[in-house]
């Protein structure tokens, strides 16, 4: 079965500091990956997404950057945080099946809370 | 420009109040539309995917419908332990991308 990591749970970093959030997905291959953003109350806001290793599309200029060394693998960083980096950050996979969208849409990870202070 | 709409944007009921939550959209070439449950704190769940105007899906208390510009997700006789934030995003044909709505938070007092 499928599963996505990721971590850590909860986050608290003073401003100016360096970011790593890594995702990690089991039981399939070549999925689409996707690093989401949330503040309270608020909608999803797509941050990145990947199709391969290598390839990463920026939807939002930020203080952030992403990477997928490795298939199954997607870092979302920054080298230094701003207060307004403070949210929810969520991963996401989605596979294609027969060039579509899987019914279930995207799977998402569990969330890393965000402080910076 | 392609939008998802979501009202309202917090609902409290009763337990066994029924009521229905609404997004409304504007896509060129919808491809398929996903409604997802969100507890505080956790990513959000897949519930149903609706593909074409006229499809229902049911899911428990909840039942969820399609028109050409618009979904509803039905929730009758709620129980507490539904109270979530619902959230519905669209597909266009133009990616894989889904556009999210900003929510509907459902609140059912005992």
Known sequence: SQTIHQWPATLVQPVGSPLSLECTVEGTSNPNLYWYRQAAGRGLQLLFYSVGIGQISSEVPQNLSASRPQDRQFILSSKKLLLSDSGFYLCAWSVLRQGRLANYGYTFGSGTRLTVV | ?110
Do not use: M
């Not at chain 2, 504007?26 to 074409?52: A, H, I, M, N």
């Not at chain 2, 894989?96 to 459902?106: D, F, S, V």
């Open chain 2, 1 to 110: 420009e392609d939008q998802v709409t979501q009202s309202p944007e917090a609902l409290r009921l009763q337990e066994g109040e029924s009521s229905s939550l609404n997004c409304s959209y504007t896509v060129s070439g919808l491809r398929g539309l996903f409604w997802y449950r969100q507890d505080p704190g956790k990513g959000p769940e897949f519930l149903f995917t609706l593909y074409s105007a006229g499809e229902e899906k049911e899911k428990e208390r909840l039942k969820a419908t399609l028109t050409k510009k618009e979904s509803f997700l039905h929730i009758t006789a709620p129980k507490p332990e539904d109270s979530a934030t619902y959230l519905c995003a669209v597909l266009r044909d133009s990616n894989y991308q889904l556009i999210w709505g900003a929510g509907t938070k459902l609140i059912i007092k005992p």
